[in-house]
């Protein structure tokens, strides 16, 4: 597990390859970010989900406010 806030390009990074394995998982901020429309939402779902590695795991975090729990929704890749 993974945490960074950076680019969708550099966050892929910590998933590593073939030669260098990385991290399982990696915490995906950018719905934190508070899409204003459904055409946000989609870019940034799309902007991760078409870039994790084949047979990673996506993780979204939808809340980083102190004092609240993490509220992490998990979707495998097929």
Do not use: C, R
């Amino acid at each position: 597990m993974t945490e960074a806030y950076a680019s969708v390009e550099e966050t892929m990074a910590y998933y590593g390859n073939d030669t260098n394995p990385g991290a399982h998982f990696t915490f995906n901020f950018n719905l934190v970010s508070s899409p204003t429309s459904a055409q946000d939402f989609d870019y940034l779902v799309h902007q991760w989900v078409d870039n994790v590695p084949e047979g990673k795991q996506s993780n979204w975090v939808v809340s980083n406010k102190l004092g609240s729990i993490f509220q992490l929704l998990t979707w495998e890749q097929n």
